[in-house]
């Protein structure tokens, strides 16, 4: 696998069911989304990729153990990978199981250009609370809002606010925090108090409806750069005006 800028996407979903259709749903919205990718192959436990002729029913069965296995493109000079994890109700808000999904590709000009449609397909096939697409590089200075330290509470960097472990949470619509890209649910949407005319005109000029009536929201127009001072006021900014994210907002 190579080294460069990747652009990761996670989505919380309920938990998968029996007979649920939802991972089939996903990995095609994503190959729809961004053209000439299959994500026809697993991966074994040395990391290498296997072909799936029976895809489909590969993933029928996985979904009724409540599993998104690791799914890739076969390509490892140019790694698109995709997978889903169940969160336990003890580690989740409102403690109530999820369905976890995560997605990496090459930040380039063609991944940042469809990362948008991806972020809605793959959150809308999941029939998600929420979801967000980041660089890997300010994916990483949002986690430490959120990791304690050894000292004790988080300590966030470039002085990004502090946010509840997702546990504390008081329900799963509520996003755990933002990202370049946010897709919201109506009902997650409605949790945080998105959209307000009167205050915002900038996001909403960035943002799109869905078809299920959720929210494309993109805080930036170029990938999220933290090293950007435009970039860091842009995402401060976005906390500011909703505090319900990351639990801040007083109950």
């Known amino acids: 696998m190579t080294t460069r800028k990747r652009l990761e996407l996670t989505v919380y979903a309920p938990p998968l069911a029996r007979r649920d259709g939802r991972p089939l749903a996903i990995v095609r919205g994503m190959e729809l989304a961004l053209p000439g990718l ?16 029976q895809r489909e029913a ?26 889903g994890m169940h969160r336990i109700a003890s580690a989740s808000a409102g403690r109530q199981p999820q369905l976890q999904i995560n997605a990496k590709l090459p930040q380039d000009a063609t991944v940042s250009a469809a990362a948008a449609d991806m ?4 959150s809308e096939g999941a029939r998600a609370f929420w979801g967000r697409a980041a660089p890997d590089d300010a994916a990483l200075d949002i986690a430490y809002q959120i990791a304690p330290t050894r000292e004790g ?5 470039r002085g990004l606010p502090a946010l509840k472990l997702f ?12 990202g370049w ?32 009536g959720g929210w494309i929201v993109q805080l930036t127009e170029a990938p999220l750069d933290l090293d950007d001072p435009a970039h860091l006021e842009a995402l401060k900014r976005a906390y500011e005006r909703f505090p319900e994210i990351g639990g801040r907002a007083a109950p």
């Open 181 to 212: 890209l946010n897709y919201w649910s109506p009902a997650s949407a409605k949790a945080i108090g998105f959209p307000d005319p009167a205050r915002d005109t900038e996001l909403l000029s960035r943002s799109r409806r869905t078809a299920t």
């Open 58 to 83: 590969w993933l029928a069965e996985a979904a009724t153990r409540g599993k998104l296995p690791l799914l890739c493109n076969g390509d490892e000079s140019y790694p698109v990978t995709i997978s």
């Open 38 to 53: 299959r994500l026809e192959w697993e991966v074994d436990k040395e990391g290498r990729p296997i072909p799936l002729p």
């Open 153 to 157: 509470p988080p300590a966030p960097p």
């Open 167 to 178: 546990e504390h949470i008081r329900s799963p619509e509520i996003p755990y925090y933002l």
């Open 119 to 122: 972020l809605e397909a793959v």
